[in-house]
Each structure stands twice: as C-alpha cells, then as structure tokens.
C-alpha cells in the first residue's frame, strides 16, 4: 500500500543486501515512520515479541524471513541442523497464539530437509521466505475481492448510501506483509468508487486501531472515525453499523475466532442487533488440527504495563504516561475467541463460506484428512 505516495510492504529483504531484512516499526507509528533493519534471527524473534512487527500475517513472515537470517548465520557442519531448530524455537516462543508463525517456520523446517548442500540449503531459505510473504500479499488482495461482492451488495441494498462498516484491532495491511485482510475488501470497495465509511475501534491496550487502522486509512483517504472500544453497542443499536469485518489470528477447522481481546464482544452486540459478523482470513490463520477455540486457542498474556501506561505524542516527543494507581495490579489478556456461531462468515483467498468444518474444507479440499 502506499505511504505519502510511495508502494511499501510491511517486510522484504534489503534489495543491495541481501543480509538484511528490514520493516516498518509500528511502534511508533501514526507520529513517525521509521524504517528498522534486522540482521539476525534473534533481533526478529524480539522484534516479533515486542511489536516492532505485528499482525498474524505479517509475524508469519517475520518468522519465515528470520529461519532465512539463520540460515546465513548457521555453521555449515553437523552443527547447521541444530543452529537452525534453535532459531526455530525463539520464533515460536515469541507470540504464541497466531498460528501464522508456527506455520512459516514449519514450512521452512520442511524446506531446508529437503535440501542437502548450505548453497542449496540457503537458496531454499531465501524462496521459501519470499514465497511467503508474496503468498501472504496475493492471498489479502484476494480476501479484497471476495469481500469487495459482500460491501457492493450491501451498497446496492442501501441504494448507494454510506455502507458503515465497523472493525477492531489492525487487520489492515500493516498487520500483513500487503492489503490487509478486514481492511482490503474496504481498500477494494473505497477504489470502485462505494460510498464506504469506517468505524474504527481504538483497540486498547496497544490502540491498534486508533493508532494503526486509523494511520492506514488516512494515508489511503478512506472516510472513518475513531471510536471508544465501548462504543460500537451503541451503533449498531442505532443502525448505525452495516456490517462488521475483523481479521483473525488463528481458527479453527469448526470456524471458532481468535482475534485481539473485545472481538467476542463486538459479535455479541453484531448478534443481538442482526448485523452481519464477517471474519477475513488467509488460509495460513486456519489451524487444521484444532476444533474447539475456547479450549484449544493459547491466550498470549501480556504485561500489566500495556494496560497501565499509555503512549502518545507530547509537545513533539512519543512518551508515556501512568493511567493507575501505580500499586494496583493489571491483567493484561491480549485475544479472545467468538465461537462460530456468532460469526456470519469467513472471507477467505478462495471465497466466503460459513463458519463450519465443511464449509471449510469444500474451499480447502486438500485438508479432508
Ligand atoms: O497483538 P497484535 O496486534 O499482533 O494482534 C493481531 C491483530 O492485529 C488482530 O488480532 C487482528 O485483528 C488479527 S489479523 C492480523
């Protein structure tokens, strides 16, 4: 997507150095934009744990890119194997509940086996990370068409007024490597000329959508407001929300959600007041080998400090400030999962379907075990 004009990804590779991998730190974003270079796999897997890099597609290929740093780094002898389970195992000890990240770094495992000489073994590293950023990209432009047929029905119904459409967290382009997957139907429908507004949760602790969703749709002009993460009841009570698209960061093969915390939320009050619940989603964030979302999900906890501290721009400098009292303590849950049920379907690169085992594998027959 564009940043004052120019196409950037979240990730790639150093184009006059191919040992470097650099990307945007959204740290510090909406106030600056700064690019930061990575040099191993263990400055990604801390950039990874610290959210200098974010979003379930876009850690999946953080990771994928950080197994490819190892590889250059790793001794070519009976140590190589070792040095790589080693990287292997930072990554996945990072952030544990998209599955994104096991998933590229499984992927890459399985690559470098296959390989036998260190050329062929880092020529290996080198495709299978480029392929899945460039799979992570065409797969969110795909999720914007499909998704695009659901904002253009919803236009048509309303005879050309506002389609209102409301999301949580960032599942915009900066939580992927391109596009985004709640926000690249919106990006698709803004571009068709669709009267199109976005309702933009803040998203707190981390404020990824006040500081993230709300960064990106600015730069791309799409009309939307900023609301408190309690306020979307209200809207929809009021008919003020036509339909609410999130992204996830890991489902089942049942269709249950995980997505940043407030996401159940959000599907209850959609329930209550008949507004359709949409879920966009690559097939990387599909976990084949689980059924039940409550039980089965790892819920990442996070530090009480993210809930106690805020950060912002004051008089020109990013700082932080206390919110508590400082001795109480804080809880810090950071996704939780909407049952199926709840959600009215998944936008997917192959199409939409319902939230259900079947449906999900008529899109994905290769999975039918
Ligand atoms: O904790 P984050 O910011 O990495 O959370 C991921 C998310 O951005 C959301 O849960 C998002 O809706 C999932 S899609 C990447």
Redesign the pocket.
Known sequence: MKVNGKHFRTIWIEDNNKSIVRIIDQRFLPHRFVVADLASVGEVAVAIKD?HV??????GAAAGLGMYLAALHAPWDEFFDQAMKHAAGLLLAA?P??V?LAWAVKKQLEALEAASTKTEKLAVAYETACHIADMDAAHCRQIGQHGLLLIEEMSRRKGGKTVNIL??????W???VDY???TAPIYAAYEKGIDVHVWVDE?RP?N?GAS?TAWELAQQKVPHTIITDNAGGHLMQHGLVDMVI????RTTRTGDV????G?YLKALAANDNGVPFFV??PSS?IDWEIEDGLAQIPI?E?GAEEVKYMEGLCNGEICKVLLTPEESPAANY??DVTPARLVTGLITERGICKPQKEELLRLFPERKR
Request: glycine fraction near 12%; include cysteine; hydrophobic fraction near 40%.
């Open positions: 959210m974010r979003g379930a597609g876009l850690i952030r509940t998209a994104n999301t949580h967290c960032n599942a915009g900066l939580a992927f985004g997957t709640a998203t981390r990824q993230l999130v992204g996830s960061d995980a997505n940043k915390i996401t966009a989603l964030t990442e996070r950071a996704f």
